[in-house]
């Protein structure tokens, strides 16, 4: 399989676009100006403990207040936790809509081959990706007895999908890299009085290469100073990386439109997918769990009913997984498949979502069918899904549909006029609503002085149309 990550950067986010074999599976947006949460680790100081929800409110210097489920604390180091006790914890999961950020007192540091639990003394786990059983045991034997001189403390681990294809010297010497990271953590967490940030994970261009074991065979970007700072990152790293590292510098097309990003994220506002065979996916998220249901669409005219439906289910499993990829959907995931009658057809559905699934980063079981003949999943929940990270709700059909969030038509914005020739007057239209951000905007590209506004109520909340001034 052919893997490439096409990053493309504005004043206030960063767009990380992973192809497999040309096909887009993953959409990743990093705002620059927010901290990178998820992973970071903080000294907290607890606020109050609910009971209703079984979790400690704890403040870490964020805007919302952050909750630490009682099941996620470490009983040695907040084993006599109450308000006004001072913590070490890590991020789970970002803040979502209304809700702070998830954290944990079992932190966790993650390397190339390996992750690092520092409080969990002697635990050796492995990815749930390798079913093989003697695969299992003798990766763990063999990662254990090449660590067992250099951990003294006893530190567990959890080994990565990536350390089956990794030399002796590369497993010692990710150990102890990780070994001393949690060093360095604890020497900030001495110096520091809490609310204080101890450690925030790198740029999502590091966590997405170390997390993928730099299996990309070319990374692309228009942010020349970033691809310093990966190239670096990669040789430190992955010193016998082949990545082919391609700086974007066509001023008439930028790479945001040259990869299709602005119509992929159209097709992800979209609650329907399309499959080739004509049938097609619908797909709903809700506060509680993501339904997804397959339509035969005008697949509908064999005369074997059964084997129809097997035939669009298995067609449809494939793009299910990479919509899932794609939209970063997470929680709970119910499949709807066309019903089937036959063991064997369902048998045979299931190992193929299993065998998609494999090219999944993150954590899935499947539970399997219900008696109902639906598919049960359940997929770890890092952050917002990419939906909501990207839209708005539309007013004009009563919030029912999603529209582009202001900050993701602003950064298209900036993509246009830069593509425009230097010095060259243009003319942009947009609804007056959006004024306060495009002001702000023009003044950060130093464009204010080259563009002319022109305010139309009339102009959708989500459009704007640039001209050259002849």
């Not at 096409?6 to 004043?11: A, D, E, L, Q």
């Not at 099941?71 to 913590?87: A, F, L, Q, R, T």
């Not at 992750?115 to 254990?144: A, C, F, M």
Request: net charge positive; aromatic share 8%; charged share 30%.
């Amino acid at each position: 399989m052919d893997r490439k990550l096409v990053i493309t950067t504005g004043t206030k986010k960063i767009f990380y676009l992973i192809l497999e074999d040309n096909v887009p599976v993953e959409l990743k947006i990093e705002d620059i100006e927010i901290s990178k949460q998820t992973g970071s680790i903080y000294k907290g100081k607890v606020l109050s403990y609910s009971s209703a929800m079984e979790a400690y409110f704890v403040d870490i210097g964020e805007d919302k207040e952050a909750f630490l489920p009682s099941k996620d604390i470490c009983e040695e180091e907040c084993k006599n936790i109450k308000k006004g006790s001072v913590i070490l914890v890590q991020v789970k999961r970002s803040p979502v809509s209304t809700k702070g950020a998830k954290l944990s007192c079992k932190l966790s540091l993650p390397g190339k081959f390996l992750v690092l639990l520092p409080q969990n003394k002697g635990k050796v786990s492995i990815s749930s990706k390798y079913e093989d059983q003697d695969v299992r045991e003798s990766l763990k034997s063999r990662i254990t007895n090449l660590i067992k001189d250099i951990n003294p403390d006893n530190y567990g681990i959890i080994i990565r999908t990536s350390a089956i294809n990794a030399t002796d010297q590369e497993i010692i010497e990710d150990f102890k890299f990780l070994k001393e990271l949690w060093s360095n953590i604890q020497k900030e967490a001495e110096k520091k009085k809490a609310p204080a940030i101890i450690y925030e994970e790198p740029f999502k261009a590091f966590t997405i290469i170390r997390d993928y074991a730099a299996n990309f065979s070319e990374i692309i970007s228009d942010d020349i100073k970033l691809l310093k700072q990966i190239k670096e990152f990669l040789n430190n790293n992955f010193p016998n990386n082949s990545i082919k590292i391609t700086p974007y510098r066509k001023r008439k097309e930028s790479l945001y439109f040259a990869y299709g990003i602005d119509k992929l994220i159209n097709k992800i506002l979209s609650p329907y997918a399309y499959l080739k065979s004509g049938s097609y996916l619908v797909i709903q998220e809700t506060e509680a769990l993501v339904v997804i249901d397959v339509n035969s669409g005008s697949c509908n005219k064999q005369k074997n009913l059964e084997e129809t439906a097997f035939k669009i289910n298995t067609e449809a499993v494939k793009e299910i997984v990479r919509q899932i990829r794609l939209r970063d959907l997470a929680g709970i995931i119910i499949i709807d498949f066309i019903d089937m009658t036959e063991k064997e057809h369902k048998e045979k559905l299931l190992e193929l979502l299993k065998e998609e699934f494999k090219k999944d980063k993150r954590p899935v079981k499947i539970k399997g069918l219900t008696q109902l003949g639906l598919v049960e999943l359940s997929r770890k929940k890092l952050e917002e899904s990419i939906v909501k990270q990207l839209s708005q709700s539309c007013q004009t059909c009563y919030g029912k549909g999603y529209i582009r969030s202001e900050d993701i038509l602003l950064f298209e914005l900036e993509k246009t006029l830069l593509k425009a020739k230097p010095f060259v007057k243009l003319k942009l239209m947009i609804n007056p609503k959006l004024s306060s951000g495009v002001n702000q905007l023009l003044e950060s590209l130093n464009l204010k002085e080259f563009v002319e506004i022109e305010y139309n109520n009339k102009m959708h909340i989500d459009k704007f149309e640039v001209e050259k001034v002849l």
